[in-house]
């Protein structure tokens, strides 16, 4: 037992010795490969014992102290440099955003304040109401257009009533209002409609538009609408920029009533002329149609009446209002009394002549253009010069619907004139009617044409294809003075023939002594 605790201690010890080897090889170990090295070659480990053990310890760490502060030294530089550049950058940055905010900001003004004049121009332009003028020449009239031509009273010696648009800016502007148009109307919310359609062009039925110098371009255009007396009207304003949609409307006819209103004294053949005109295009083609005829006297009146009943027998036409004036003719007394007399609810008034010649669409020309409280109607209709003038070379005269054409050699626009006017019996009423002390013809549609300049109300003023003045002989009495003959005389050549047509007739002479000088030339060439 002894000897077995003597040796288990023996074979203690020597592991414990073992163990205490193996830990010592394991630190020398550890000390090889923890030492430190140089920046270009491992640094050898000095002995202990050796003569530089102490000091080359001493001299490495130095070394290294100073590598490490050098190194600091050196990130410290960089981190400086680092934040200056940060710093310089970060300025930068600010300054741009500060820039770029004040303007975007300035940007954001500028478009707001663009914006904001652009509608203020529409709302100075007579737009949405009318403008208050000083005279009946202040007035702006409007110019018409369809697709192919447009009628236009400012002419020049070298334009012309009618014509193609040839200026490629003015093409290209009514190009542009009518594609906007045809695009509102064909716009994905009007396509939410079942019933809708698409629209074109070929829908377009006529425009009106003018110009105020000092705010814009104001454009009415009409399309045909869904329904039979169903119009579709779009009102565009170009404000010296970007052309703006104002409005986009339906507007039904189909139960606006017209009341034609004539005044008459004798002149049974013109009344007999003009209702051939009116049983054709009011009682067959429009349907929507009141007569109101107002005869001064009994001279004549039989044949005037008889014409009336003759018509409403043979066209089952009841839609008729004889009136019998005594006392001297007054055509604003007669125009007045008619529109007056009217019991039925607000109509749209026709004051219309004798000698006046009108279609189917100028009717609908005159609804459109009107509106009770808002607008009434002064179309510029196209005065016919004499046609034994004009057709003179010829063999014939030919048939009244070939001779009304639009042209410079066939008439003009009678700017001049007031009379023929659409406007509805309130606005009349309200605006005080006819001045009635004036007698005989003329005066007074000027004075009425005043009043509505002088009030809120649109006055739409245009040339109109569809309404035209038949030509008559004026006849310079010898009762007037020597200046007022001069002047009737001077309005009576001007509704004779054109320009050049009376140089033909005052130098008739002369052409025909060169005609025949010219035939005699050619006489003797040939013997």
Known sequence: MTMLRRGLLAWISRVVLLLLFLCCAVSVLYMLACTPKGDEEQLALPRANGPTGKAGYQ????????????????????????????????EQLKNAQYRSGDSGA????????????????????????????????????FDSFTLQKVYQLEMGLTRHPEEKPVRKDKRDELVEAIELALETLNHPEEESNPNHRPYAASDFIEGIYRTEKDKGTLYELTFKGDQKHEFKRLVLFRPFGPIMKVKNEKL??????????VPLAKRVDKF????????????QQDGRVHLTVVYFGKEQMSEVKGI?????????????????????????????????????????????????YFTSDFLNTCRLNT????????????????PGIIYGHHDSVPPLEQQLVIKKETGFWRDFGFGMTCQYRSDFINIGG??????????????????????????VRTPVRGLFHLWHEKQCVDELTPEQYKMCMQSKAMNEASHGQLGMLVFRHEIEAHLRKQKQKTSSQKT
């Open 59 to 90: 001299a490495i760490l130095q070394e290294q102290e100073e590598q490490h502060r050098s190194y600091i030294s050196s990130l410290k530089k960089q981190i400086a440099q680092l934040k200056d550049e940060l710093q310089e950058r970060s």
């Open 106 to 141: 300035q940007s954001e003004k500028t478009q707001a304040n663009l914006l904001e004049f652009l509608h203020s121009q529409v709302d100075k332009a007579e737009v949405h109401a009318g403008v208050k003028l000083a005279t009946e020449y202040a007035a702006v009239p």
């Open 252 to 261: 039904n006819m189909a139960n606006t009533l017209i009341n034609v209103i």
């Open 272 to 283: 007999r002329q003009f209702m051939q005109n009116f049983r054709e295009m009011c009682i």
């Open 308 to 356: 009336l009943e003759n018509t409403s027998k043979a066209a089952n036409f009841r839609n008729f209002t004889f009136i019998q004036l005594n006392g001297e003719f007054s055509r604003g007394k007669g125009l007045d009394v008619g529109a007056r007399v009217w019991k039925g609810s607000n109509v749209l008034l026709f004051f219309c002549d004798v000698d006046i």
């Open 371 to 386: 509106q009770p409280g808002k607008k009434v109607f002064y179309p510029v209709l196209f005065s016919q010069y004499n």
């Open 434 to 459: 006819f001045d009635l002390d004036i007698k005989g013809w003329g005066g007074e549609d000027v004075h009425l044409y005043r009043k509505y300049l002088h009030s809120n109300l649109i006055v």
